[in-house]
């Protein structure tokens, strides 16, 4: 199995500029696992143990007007940046994906010279067949593409489990993405070890220049975040509940008590994930639907993917049994 550039980075020599540390703290709306926990009753609480009348009743109804407005005018932009895109067969699916991420590869390569991608594991690697056949294996620039995993299990890369060794298998050796461009965990560390440094290879590349910052959360900009979703909603390594769910400081987090075997992982955060410049959420199979229903149409206790969104561009894609329940 070909090596890829070792994320063991030695903090002497790749230290993070303080520049880059944010004090970015993204709505509580947008990072939790459940249903919106930031909402008007806060404010109604608020005002109904406000004692006394006249301006500062007024005061505050104008406040809790304000605050609604401006979560409504947020819905709202989030809204016109998504799009769901629902296929009668799967293998549609995969030919539009395919065109999907060629078409970003080529606009970005041309703009920056650079196309930083990071994808998840499961099916999602599958999804990706079509980017390996003509006219896509031939005519993308490869060398130009730099790769990363939204979540990795800390295991061996040729364990059975490991992200890598199922990208590399279904993707990895069949385009010629330079070993160097290819950014996977250190396995061999802890897990906590693991997330660190691969956190610490992040800020390095942003450092020279790979990877992008976004201007609004000060989070790393991927430019496209490929990402699959589990039956209970789950994305990457952020489960239904687990308190992950709400980091918003850290790039890249470790989890010891995952409740998917194997229990250690690490994971991006969601602000990492929201601060990507595109994301393509790829969803198939009947088994997914009461998640895709929750997570799209926030009934009952909305799943972690309800929390993604993207700074540009969301993109559900949906095979029909996915979407069976919309």
């Known amino acids: 199995m070909a090596t890829s550039s070792s994320c063991s980075l030695r903090s ?7 520049n880059l540390r944010s ?6 709306n947008r990072l939790t696992c459940s249903s919106s926990s930031y909402s008007a009753s806060r404010f109604e609480s608020f005002s109904v143990s406000s004692i006394g009348t006249g301006s500062t009743s007024r005061r505050l109804s104008h406040t809790r007007r304000k605050v609604l407005e401006v979560r409504s005018m947020a819905t709202t932009a989030e809204e016109k940046k998504k799009r769901v895109e629902i296929y009668d067969l799967e293998e549609n699916l995969a030919v539009d994906l395919a065109k999907f991420t060629a078409d970003l590869s080529d606009k970005f390569c041309k703009e920056r010279g650079a196309f930083t991608v990071v994808v998840s594991g499961g099916s999602l690697i599958k999804s990706l067949r079509k980017l390996v056949e003509s006219p896509y294996a031939d005519s993308i620039d ?3 593409w730099h790769f990363f995993w939204v979540d990795e299990r800390v295991v061996p890369k040729e364990h059975d489990d490991s992200n ?11 385009v010629p993405i330079p070993a160097g461009n290819v950014y996977a965990i250190n396995e061999s560390l802890s897990a906590e070890a693991a997330a660190d440094d691969y956190e610490t290879c992040l800020k390095h590349l942003v450092k020279t220049n790979i990877l992008r910052v976004s201007e609004t959360t000060g989070f790393p900009k991927f430019d496209l975040m490929l ?15 687990h308190g992950l769910c709400n980091e918003n400081k850290k790039w890249v987090v470790s989890i010891t008590d995952s409740p998917k075997p194997p229990s250690e992982r690490i994971t991006f955060t969601f602000p990492v994930i929201n601060s990507s410049a595109h994301v393509a959420l790829v969803v198939c199979g009947s088994g997914k639907a ?13 799943p ?10 969301l993109v559900w894609f949906l095979d029909k049994p996915a979407s069976s329940k919309l």
């Not at 004090?23 to 509580?28: D, I, R, T």
């Not at 990402?227 to 509940?241: E, I, R």
């Not at 009461?290 to 909305?302: I, P, R, S």
């Open 227 to 241: 990402l699959g979703m589990g039956p209970d909603g789950h994305v990457a390594s952020l489960f239904p509940g």
């Open 164 to 174: 890598y060794k199922l990208a590399y298998d279904g993707f990895l050796s069949k």
């Open 290 to 302: 009461e998640a895709v229903q929750a997570a799209l149409k926030k009934t009952g206790t909305v």
């Open 304 to 313: 972690p993917a309800g929390s993604v969104s993207a700074e540009e561009e």
């Open 142 to 144: 490869w060398a130009r």
């Open 23 to 28: 004090n970015y703290s993204a709505p509580k």
């Open 12 to 18: 002497i020599l790749f230290s993070s500029p303080t």
